[in-house]
């Protein structure tokens, strides 16, 4: 049984820092990957990694400030965010793709399996 479980969410001030964690078992992945979505809003992409490189790609509004890292498909995979602001608000989600050769893993639909979320809620 695949399961995806994310932890280290919170409330937290503008400014601050916040590691979040994933993670999974059940299967051998290819890639990972952090979306999240605030209220009202459509889930989007934020960071992945694929495991068979190491490669990143992060979303154009959260370059410099979060970083995705993780040893190996077999252990968690974290989400560093820096200077968090209010705009940082909303679910974050793991997600998690089989295939180790997907081209966009920008893409919501590159994703066979997804965590619960965890809420990170940025005051001013």
């Known amino acids: 049984q695949v399961q995806l479980v994310e932890s280290g969410g919170g409330l937290v001030q503008a400014g601050d820092s916040l590691s979040l964690s994933c993670a999974a078992s059940?299967?051998?992945?290819?890639?990972m990957a952090w979306f999240r979505q605030a209220p009202g809003k459509e889930r989007e992409f934020v960071a992945a990694?694929?495991?068979?490189?190491?490669?990143?790609f992060y979303a154009d509004s959260v370059k410099g400030r979060f970083t995705i890292s993780g040893d190996n498909a077999k252990n968690p995979v974290y989400l560093q965010i820096n200077s968090l602001k209010r705009e940082d608000t909303a679910v974050y989600y793991c997600?998690?793709?089989?295939?180790?050769?997907?081209?966009?893993?920008?893409?919501?639909?590159?994703?066979?399996?997804w965590g619960q979320g965890t809420q990170v809620t940025v005051s001013s």
């Open positions: 997600a998690a793709d089989l295939e180790s050769y997907t081209s966009d893993l920008r893409n919501y639909h590159a994703y066979d399996y």
């Open positions: 059940g299967r051998i992945f290819g890639a």
């Open positions: 990694i694929r495991w068979r490189t190491g490669r990143t």
